[in-house]
């Protein structure tokens, strides 16, 4: 019966392997998880507590938001879909958002706030025109934004740009 060659003698396998090298870096981490202690039951429920507490602190801030405060209503609900909190806040979101798109008074020069409208309610399904980025389009085809800076156009590109490609070619057609 021939012998794997897995199997051979450790010595013969120490002689063909190269050597590790040991010069990892140190771990950002350092020591956590070799120390880490999981939290005991009253730490646990105290979490839990607060969670529930910081929840309905959230669900006020929605409730108490109006379309008067349109980017602040915007950037918040995006926020919190983002970091995918939004299915605790379903019925406040869905409630601003028929708002949003009810609402046709808000700054329509304004490219970041056009674009964080239009990639919110298209992400959230709503049948939103590609026809609100044609007051920016100059003759060329290039974008003319009344933006401040670089910084500005920048960001509100950024947010045309999160629309799903997909989306983005469909609308260009």
Same mark, same amino acid.
């Given at each position: 019966?021939a012998?794997?060659?897995?199997?051979?003698?450790?010595?013969?396998?120490?002689e063909?392997?190269?050597?590790?090298?040991?010069?990892?870096?140190?771990?950002?981490w350092?020591?956590?998880?070799?120390?880490y202690?999981?939290?005991?039951?009253?730490q646990?429920a105290?979490m839990?507590e607060?969670?529930?507490?910081?929840?309905?602190?959230v669900?006020?801030?929605l409730?108490?938001?109006?379309t008067?405060?349109?980017?602040?209503t915007v950037?918040l609900?995006?926020?919190?879909?983002?970091?995918?909190?939004?299915?605790?806040y379903?019925?406040?979101?869905?409630?601003?958002?028929?708002?949003?798109?009810?609402?046709?008074?808000?700054?329509?020069?304004?490219?970041?706030l056009?674009?964080?409208?239009?990639?919110?309610?298209?992400?959230n399904?709503?049948?939103?025109?590609?026809?609100v980025?044609?007051?920016f389009?100059?003759?060329?085809?290039g974008?003319?934004?009344?933006?401040?800076?670089?910084?500005?156009?920048?960001? $509100?590109?950024?947010?045309?740009?999160?629309?799903?490609?997909?989306?983005?070619? $469909?609308?260009?057609?």
């Open positions: 019966m012998s794997h060659p897995a199997h051979r003698s450790s010595k013969a396998a120490d063909e392997l190269p050597k590790a090298s040991s010069t990892f870096h140190p771990s950002l350092g020591s956590f998880f070799l120390t202690q999981p939290p005991t039951a009253p646990r105290n839990k607060r969670a529930e507490v910081l929840r309905e602190r669900r006020k801030v409730k108490g938001s109006t008067d405060q349109l980017p602040e950037n609900i995006l926020t919190l879909q983002r970091l995918g909190l939004g299915y605790y379903e019925n406040e979101i869905d409630k601003l958002l028929h708002q949003i798109y009810s609402n046709s008074d808000y700054n329509v020069k304004d490219l970041n056009v674009s964080q409208r239009f990639y919110l309610l298209r992400k399904g709503y049948d939103v025109p590609s026809d980025f044609l007051s389009k100059t003759e060329e085809g974008f003319a934004c009344a933006a401040a800076d670089t910084r500005s156009l920048a960001k $509100a590109l950024l947010s045309v740009v999160e629309r799903d490609d997909s989306q983005i070619k $469909a609308d260009l057609c």
